[in-house]
């Protein structure tokens, strides 16, 4: 049996990434780390995430294993603890959650696909953003449009939003971190998958990559490891 253990956050902070773009999470576990890479059925958005051995209490891992788990079962589990609370995962043909007294069995499912690789690309703009002001702008665009228009320049930024109304919202390059842009770019993204990734991250920070006609990608550093989130863009008709 696989067993590692910490702090019931780490665990129920993963399940709220994936619970964005599946019902079922494939886990890859190995002697280093724990991860899995997740992509919607549209296959609009994927989710890569990495928690690394030196962030938990307890890793007792011989050759790795991989699993396959409903996240509605396993997120009410997580549910009946505290943050705080040290809990251990065992994993043998079944999915055992510890904590003191307590314990908890769920069936582990079988993998059904293949893992979908990482893209490779090559970004012209660069950021970095407080969480809760990237939410705010997130929020102020859902109110008037269903696709926010991020546009990258060397001195600043611009968000739009256009449906029957108009929403903008301009960043100078010290609203931001780290402002680089190679080339002015700029991409049409969905608000409703933007509000519900960043707001399912527990972290201060993220980073923002992007480049005209590619795929938008956050980074954050969470507990244990980071998370890597890709979003399609929507191809504008200029018809």
């Not at 780490?10 to 619970?19: E, R």
């Not at 997120?75 to 009946?80: D, I």
């Not at 994993?91 to 007294?101: H, T």
């Not at 990734?197 to 201060?204: E, G, H, N, Q």
Request: a negative charge; proline letters at 3%.
């Amino acid at each position: 049996m696989q067993r590692i253990g910490g702090p019931a956050e780490i665990f129920q902070n993963a399940l709220k990434i994936a619970n964005v773009l599946v019902e079922d999470t494939p886990f890859s576990l190995t002697e280093d780390e724990l991860t899995f890479k997740v992509m919607d059925p549209s296959h609009v958005a994927m989710a890569n995430l990495h928690l690394n051995k030196n962030g938990f209490k307890t890793w007792e891992v011989n050759g790795g294993a991989k699993f396959v788990i409903r996240n509605e079962e396993i997120t009410k589990v997580l549910g009946r603890f505290r943050g705080i609370d040290d809990i251990t995962l065992g994993i043998y043909e079944k999915l055992s959650i510890l904590n003191g007294s307590r314990s908890f069995t769920l069936l582990l499912l079988e993998s059904k696909s293949s893992e979908t690789p990482t893209p490779k690309l090559s970004f012209n703009a660069t950021f970095s953003i407080d969480r809760d002001k990237l939410l705010s702008i997130i929020k102020d665009i859902q109110v008037v449009a269903d696709h926010i228009k991020i546009e990258a320049k060397a001195d600043g930024l611009v968000c739009v939003g256009k449906g029957d109304n108009q929403a903008t919202i301009n960043l100078d390059k010290d609203a931001v971190y780290d402002l680089t842009v190679k080339e002015a770019s700029a991409g049409l993204f969905s608000v409703d998958y933007l509000s519900k990734f960043v707001s399912a991250i527990s972290a201060d920070r993220l980073t923002v990559e992007f480049a005209s006609k590619l795929p938008l990608k956050i980074t954050a550093n969470i507990d244990a490891g980071y998370v890597e989130w890709y979003l399609a863009p929507r191809i504008e008709d200029n018809n």
